[in-house]
């Protein structure tokens, strides 16, 4: 049980495109997913909580126009990666809050911008 | 300000032996800690955790402590198999929004 989904694994696109990633969380309800990013050799950085049916919370320094969530049902948020430039290349990972406060993650978008 | 901290890189182990990774913390906050190991280009696959009012979980091959007073926590395998080698992240949380904070990991490399 507690399994997540995350696609696509890997997208490729210019600069100044837009980039829907998805995350459904298979087998169980979240009314709370995360979406974290990950540089090479770093932690996962945690960008924004996404509450089903609200607004995203963003971490400080994230930009909530440049990575629009939502959060439609209980089973789906997406992140949005507007205006893409190459320095958003970088490894996307979104998690769902299920029992016991265990977070389960998906396995991750490897986004390269050119 | 890293509130989390796994000081150790990565750590080698012979096949069969204990593996320990250790994780500490600075913000009294937290109460509960989770283990989480990864593969490249993969999400963490959650291991074990444990809550603030605990000192000790076990899971199968996997045992967490936690020293409150020390601030620190560990993941103990054993016996270690090859296929443990990953990347190991500490994480903990504090209060209702279930945010986790991660540490940057430890590379455990179990040699057969």
Redesign the interface.
Known sequence: GAVVSQHPSRVICKSGTSVKIECRSLDFQATTMFWYRQFPKQSLMLMATSNEGSKATYEQGVEKDKFLINHASLTLSTLTVTSAHPEDSSFYICSALAHRDIQYFGAGTRLSVL | DQQVKQNSPSLSVQEGRISILNCDYTNSMFD?F?W?KKYP??????LI?ISSIKDKNEDGRFTVFLNKSAKHLSLHIVPSQPGDSAVY?CAA?GGS?????????TLLTVNP
């Open positions: 509960y989770l989480y280009a993969e999400g963490p696959t959650f955790s992240f949380s929004n279930y945010k986790l904070t991660f540490g940057k990991g």
